[in-house]
């Protein structure tokens, strides 16, 4: 029995242009209209009885109904359509009832008895047949219309449901016509049943049969043979209902008429179910055919496959079953574990030696997931054949599932290649690509290590001696200015306003002066002059300075291990790096915190340091400022809130006294400053308190030497306002010819960077040859390496650096030759 189709184009088709099926059934749809309307005036009048026919004609409908049920099961176990279970049920309830009714006919079976029921029991059951014979195929109508064609998706579930309805109303039915006959509306009096026809309960069914055949109308336009047969019995029922109504009583022409429409009525779906199952036939001897046609093809296919599958340079072989039975191995794959009886055999047991090699691995994953396995360069230790010895081999492979109609795994392909050749060949390139990248790697780094540190040199050289150059003639300029400033507060003493102008000109000085010793300390040419220190000391030192830089609202605490080792450096630039670091933390917790300065002993890189950590609760920095932080002139404190050079300053110094520095940082979270300064087994002296010298002078000679005019004419000027009676030179070769001229000189005081052939420490040298007792007196804005040796100043060496005060040169200058005098 075919699905109902949707409806095609032009569905309103002349008779002529109607395929065979539809006008056949056309024609039995008017015959029966025509004969029935034919006798529709005569439909009242009395027909004798006819002792048979009432028996003959239950039997016949009663068995068109029953086997129509039986082969309508059979139809849709076959297809599920879910629409066929309607017209089963309406088949096997209306079966039943006219089983049922046939009882309850008085005299039927014995004469002058009713088997079934009371006196309205058989015109209630004529009502409910009726009504489920023409329900039935409203319900199909309705199903087609709302999803055409559906299936059951489980078809043993959907039917026990239409059973189990089915059987609950024909017991409900006979219940009712039975049991409750007494309730039920009287509509049949002595075999006159017209109240039950010119009543509401037949035009109810009526009304059903026309819905009915307008919905299978519109869901199929009676498309195909059983849409078109099923129209053909609507159109009896209907006709029987009407003809039935219009004779109103047993043994009329209505009754007898509508009596024969219902059996059409039957018979016609009986037919059209007998001439489905024909077809069907056919057509499965048809496909037997095709079939038998489509296996031979099949088979010689079959035979250029498997002649292409032995023939195929990689290895196959195809698993069955769940114990993976080879079922069929190419040569390939016979060349690769040897010439063995594989086929029919579980692999495990055709290649045991693959166990725990990867293998059965992939297999098993296969089979557990159904995904395909893909493994390139798997090892595998085979025998080469019955009792061979085990050989390695290298293959690619791929385990693919075999997956079934219904979602099982029905097998396993397995293809691949042997690639051992060229896995050999490949590791061989590899090792000689190897050695010649691990070379051409070594040669890469080592160049590269070289270039980056001559890199580092030449920035670092290029950064000192601009640096130098820039701190030289920045800090002659300031010693010239500043040295004004000094002979302008001693013409104008009495001056008052003029003092405080020069006041705060040589503050502006110092600032300047100030800068100019940071980029020296980054430069690492500032001159040092280290001392054996207890870092526990120098904290202990200016414990009140510290607290009073970071203020109340910073808790400063400190942790000095007892036995931190010494450690040498520049006690009075180490005081201010640990100054400068301590301000930095102390901006960056701007709403308070804490501060933590611990000192203890660490080994770095195989040596000893002393590590002074400094750790405070600010606000962190981010890996780009921490990355950033030792650069000069770099600074997030925003304009005019800092120079930048604070850090750079601490770095510089650091790593010129031998040590390290580096910050741990995260935002939000604090920083930690960590300085490592070299371990010394020197002792520690106690420092000498420095006092304020006075500022005096004397009537010594002093031999000044600058390449600078104003700062010669300066210098000249406040030692002869001291009393000293001053000789000045340009260069060391005009000092030196002085040096030979004179007969007493007590103090040379010459720039350290001079023109001319002969250095300052030549000029010095040449100086203490000829005059024993002279004393010497280095100044300089930018010392380069004249007097610093490995960035202290050298034994012996005494410097002023510029730009200096007048104080400062008076009471170097007295200093020295105070000393000589007493020496």
């Not at 009583?249 to 007898?256: D, N």
């Not at 308070?592 to 600010?618: F, I, K, P, Q």
């Not at 070769?733 to 030979?740: G, P, S």
């Not at 000189?745 to 100086?767: K, R």
Request: net charge neutral; proline share 4%.
């Amino acid at each position: 029995m075919t699905q109902t189709a949707s409806a095609a184009p032009g569905a309103n088709r002349f008779a002529g242009k109607l395929p065979p099926f539809q006008r056949q059934a056309l024609c039995a749809a008017l015959a029966i209209a025509v004969l029935t309307a034919l006798l529709m005036p005569i439909a009242a009048t009395k027909w004798p009885a006819i002792p048979s026919f009432l028996p003959a004609y239950q039997t016949a409908i009663i068995g068109a109904y029953s086997v129509a049920a039986y082969l309508l099961y059979g139809y849709f176990r076959q297809i599920g359509t879910h629409a066929i279970l309607y017209l089963w049920g309406g088949s096997v309830y209306t079966a039943a009832i006219l089983t049922a009714q046939f009882l309850s006919v008085p005299g039927a079976f014995v004469p002058g008895t009713r088997l079934l029921g009371g006196g309205q029991t058989t015109s209630w059951l004529w009502f409910f047949w009726h009504l489920s014979a023409t329900g039935m195929l409203f319900c199909y109508a309705l199903s087609e219309l709302r999803a055409p064609g559906r299936v059951s998706a489980d078809r043993g579930a959907a039917f026990r449901r239409c059973l189990a309805w089915t059987a609950a109303a024909v017991l409900a039915t006979l219940a009712g016509v039975t049991t409750f006959e007494p309730l039920l509306p009287v509509v049949d009096i002595a075999g006159d049943f017209n109240r039950i026809t010119h009543s509401g309960y037949a035009p109810f069914i009526q009304a059903v049969i026309m819905a009915a055949i307008a919905m299978l109308w519109r869901a199929t336009r009676f498309q195909t043979p059983i849409s078109a047969w099923i129209g053909v019995a609507m159109v009896a029922l209907a006709f029987d209902n009407a003809i039935t109504m219009a004779g109103g009583t047993r043994l009329s022409v209505g009754w007898y008429i509508g009596r024969v429409n219902a059996l059409v009525a039957a018979l016609v779906m009986l037919g059209l179910y007998l001439k489905e199952v024909n077809r069907v036939y056919l057509r499965a001897a048809q496909h037997a055919q095709l079939l038998a046609q489509a296996n031979e093809r099949l088979a010689s296919e079959h035979a250029r496959l498997l002649s292409l599958f032995e023939q195929a340079p990689g290895f196959v072989a195809v698993l069955g079953d769940d114990e993976c039975h080879l079922q069929i191995v190419n040569a390939a794959f016979g060349r690769l574990v040897g010439k063995r009886a594989l086929v029919g055999l579980p692999i495990r047991k055709a290649l045991p030696e693959l166990e725990g090699q990867g293998w059965f691995d992939c297999l098993d994953e296969v089979v557990r997931s159904k995904q395909p396995q893909v493994v390139s360069g798997m090892k595998l230790n085979l025998r080469r054949g019955p009792g061979g010895s085990a050989e390695e081999r290298v293959i690619d492979v791929l385990f693919q599932p075999n997956i079934g109609a219904d979602g099982d795994l029905a097998g396993v392909f397995i293809q691949g290649q042997d690639v051992t050749e060229q896995y050999l060949a490949r590791v061989e390139l590899e090792r000689h690509g190897s050695r010649l990248e691990s070379l051409v790697l070594e040669r890469t780094r080592s160049l590269e290590e070289t270039q980056a540190a001559l890199m580092h040199a030449q920035k670092l050289e290029a950064i000192g001696k601009l640096t130098g150059g820039v701190a030289h003639d920045f800090n002659n300029v300031l010693h010239i200015i500043n040295g004004n400033v000094d002979l302008i507060k001693m013409l104008s003493a009495a001056n008052p306003k003029v003092q405080e102008r020069c006041q705060s000109a040589q503050t502006a000085v110092r600032r300047g002066a100030k800068l100019s010793a940071q980029l020296l300390a980054f430069a690492r040419k500032q001159p040092l002059q280290p001392a054996p220190l207890q870092l526990g000391e120098v904290l202990t030192g200016i414990d009140l300075l510290l607290k009073r830089a970071v203020g109340e609202r910073v808790e400063m605490r400190f942790e000095i291990a007892p036995d931190a080792w010494n450690v040498e450096a520049d006690p009075q630039q180490l005081e201010n790096v640990i100054l400068n670091l301590v301000l930095n933390a102390s901006d960056a917790m701007p709403e308070g915190g804490s501060l933590m300065a611990s000192v203890t002993n660490t080994l770095h890189e195989g040596l000893d340091y002393v590590r002074l950590s400094l750790r405070d609760s600010g606000i962190g920095m981010t890996d780009e400022v921490k990355a950033r932080a030792f650069e000069p002139f770099f600074s997030t404190k925003g304009v005019g809130k800092g120079t930048g050079l604070g850090l750079s300053m601490a770095y510089g110094f650091i790593k010129q006294s031998g040590g390290h520095i580096d910050i741990d940082s995260v935002p939000e979270q604090g920083t930690t400053v960590h300085v490592l300064l070299p371990r010394t087994n020197e002792t520690v002296t106690a420092r000498k308190s420095e006092t304020a010298v006075p500022v005096t002078g004397g009537n010594e000679t002093i031999l000044a030497v600058d390449d600078e005019a104003e700062i010669l004419d300066n210098v000249a000027a406040m030692l002869t306002q001291l009393g000293y009676k001053v000789l000045t030179a340009a260069s060391a070769d005009a000092a030196a010819r002085l040096l030979d001229a004179e007969t007493r000189i007590d103090l040379l005081f010459t720039d350290v960077i001079m023109p001319g052939e002969m250095s300052s420490t030549a000029l010095a040298e040449h100086a203490r040859r000829l005059h024993p007792a002279i004393r010497v007196l280095f100044t300089s804005g930018y010392t380069e390496n004249a007097v610093i040796d490995n960035g202290r100043l050298a034994d012996g060496v005494n410097l002023l650096s510029k730009p200096y005060a007048r104080e400062d040169l008076a009471g170097a200058v007295r200093g020295l030759l105070s000393k000589a005098a007493a020496g």
